[in-house]
C-alpha cells in the first residue's frame, strides 16, 4: 500500500523518443496498463492506442509512482482539428489508469490538472477526453458538449447492394484510404504513417467499395477495445457508403446491430433512410484551457459564417438575434462554443473526431 507520506511526483515519459531508459519505462507503463485495464486483456496499449504510444506522431505518458511501482497513468497528445471554417490546437486526454489498491486517494485529480497545464504550454485551447463516468471530471471542470448523430442499423436491413465490398486489403488498400479521410471536411491532422498503425489495431475490421476500379468507401467497426459494434470512422462517397454498411450489417455482422457515428454537420439522411434508430450525441467531455483564445476562434468563426451577432464585454455575453448567451463561467463557454445533444438554436463550432484519434 501508498506509503503515508509519499508525495504525488508527477513523471513525464515521452512517446515521441526511443532511448533505452525511454524503453524502460514504456514496457513498464505497458504492463502497468495492461494489469489495470480491464479492455485492454489480452491486448497491448501500444496496439490499441498507436497515435499516442507509437511515435506517429507521439504522445507522453504522466505517471505517479510508489517507489518503483507505476500507481497511476493519463496519457497526452496534441493536434490540430482542421476544417475550412476554422483550426484550433486541441488536446486529448485519456488511458486513465489508477492502481486498484490507490484509487479515491485523488492521483488521477493531480495527473489529469497537470495533464490539462501540460497542453495549454503547446498552445491547446481545449482539452477532450471520453468517458462513461463523466460525474469524476466535472470538478475538473470537463463538461458534456460538442455535436454529433448517431444511427443505428438492423440486422435485418433491406437494402440490395451490387458491385464490390470486400474487407480491406491492408497493402493494396491503407493509402488509398488515408486519402479518403484526407477529404473530410472535419478531422484531426493525420499522416500516412499513423493511418497505418490505427488500421492494424486489434480487432478492427476494415471493409472497402470499389467504384469504377477506384477505392470509393470505407468503414472502419470494431476498434480495438473502444467501439464493439460501431462504425466510428468512414469516409468517401455517401452512396458507396450506404452500400459498404447495408452489405457489412446484412452479410458480416448478423447478430449485432451497428451503430454509426458522424460529425453533426454532415447531411447523412442517405444513411438514415436505412437507420432503424437515430439520435444526437455528444462528442466527449470538453474542458477550457485558453478562454480568450479560444472565444477569439469562436467569433472570427462566426464573422466567416457572416453570423450576426454581438460581444459584449460589460455584461460577459454574447448576443445573436433572437439569443443571448453568458460566457461567465466555464461552462457557459464551452456550451456555447460547442453545443451538446440539445437542440441548439445558435452556431457552434464543427469540431469532430474520428474514433481511430482516441487514446
Request: overall charge neutral; proline content about 3%; aromatic content about 10%.
Amino acid at each position: 500500500m501508498m506509503q503515508h507520506d509519499l508525495k504525488a511526483k508527477v513523471e513525464k515519459v515521452s512517446h515521441r523518443v526511443f532511448s533505452d531508459l525511454t524503453k524502460q519505462n514504456r514496457e513498464k507503463i505497458f504492463s502497468f496498463l495492461t494489469s489495470e485495464n480491464q479492455k485492454l486483456q489480452g491486448s497491448s496499449a501500444s496496439e490499441e492506442y498507436p497515435s499516442v504510444f507509437k511515435g506517429v506522431p507521439g504522445g507522453e505518458s504522466l505517471v505517479i509512482r510508489d517507489s518503483e511501482q507505476i500507481i497511476s497513468h493519463v496519457a497526452i497528445l496534441d493536434r490540430e482539428f482542421q476544417h475550412p471554417s476554422v483550426r484550433l490546437r486541441v488536446g486529448l486526454i485519456g488511458s486513465v489508469v489508477t492502481h486498484s489498491q490507490y484509487r479515491g486517494r485523488g492521483l488521477a485529480t493531480e495527473l489529469i490538472q497537470q495533464a490539462c497545464l501540460e497542453l495549454k504550454k503547446r498552445g491547446c485551447l481545449i482539452a477532450l477526453l471520453w468517458s462513461d463516468q463523466p460525474d469524476f471530471y466535472l470538478p475538473l471542470g470537463f463538461y458534456r458538449a460538442g455535436r454529433e448523430q448517431d444511427v443505428r442499423f438492423s440486422p435485418q436491413i433491406k437494402m440490395g447492394t451490387t458491385g464490390t465490398v470486400r474487407p480491406m486489403d491492408f497493402m493494396k488498400d491503407a493509402h488509398l484510404i488515408w486519402r479518403l479521410y484526407q477529404k473530410q471536411n472535419c478531422r484531426l491532422d493525420r499522416s500516412l504513417e499513423e493511418q497505418k498503425k490505427l488500421l492494424k489495431i486489434p480487432n478492427t475490421r476494415v471493409f472497402v467499395t470499389e467504384k469504377d476500379g477506384k477505392l470509393s468507401s470505407y468503414i472502419a467497426i470494431n476498434k480495438g477495445a473502444d467501439f464493439t459494434d460501431f462504425i466510428h470512422e468512414w469516409a468517401g462517397d455517401i452512396y458507396e457508403v450506404q452500400r459498404n454498411i447495408a452489405f457489412c450489417q446484412r452479410e458480416y455482422f448478423k447478430e449485432n446491430p451497428l451503430t454509426l457515428i458522424a460529425p453533426a454537420e454532415y447531411d447523412i439522411s442517405v444513411l438514415k433512410q436505412l437507420a432503424e434508430e437515430k439520435w444526437d450525441g455528444v462528442l466527449g467531455l470538453i474542458k477550457v484551457l485558453d478562454k480568450n483564445v479560444l472565444l477569439s476562434t469562436y467569433m472570427n468563426f462566426l464573422k466567416t459564417k457572416k453570423v450576426d451577432h454581438v460581444w459584449s464585454k460589460d455584461k460577459d455575453s454574447i448576443l445573436f438575434s433572437d439569443s443571448e448567451f453568458s460566457i461567465v463561467t466555464d461552462s457557459d463557454i464551452v456550451q456555447l462554443v460547442f453545443g451538446n445533444e440539445t437542440k441548439n438554436t445558435h452556431p457552434t463550432l464543427p469540431i469532430f473526431f474520428w474514433g481511430f484519434d482516441s487514446i
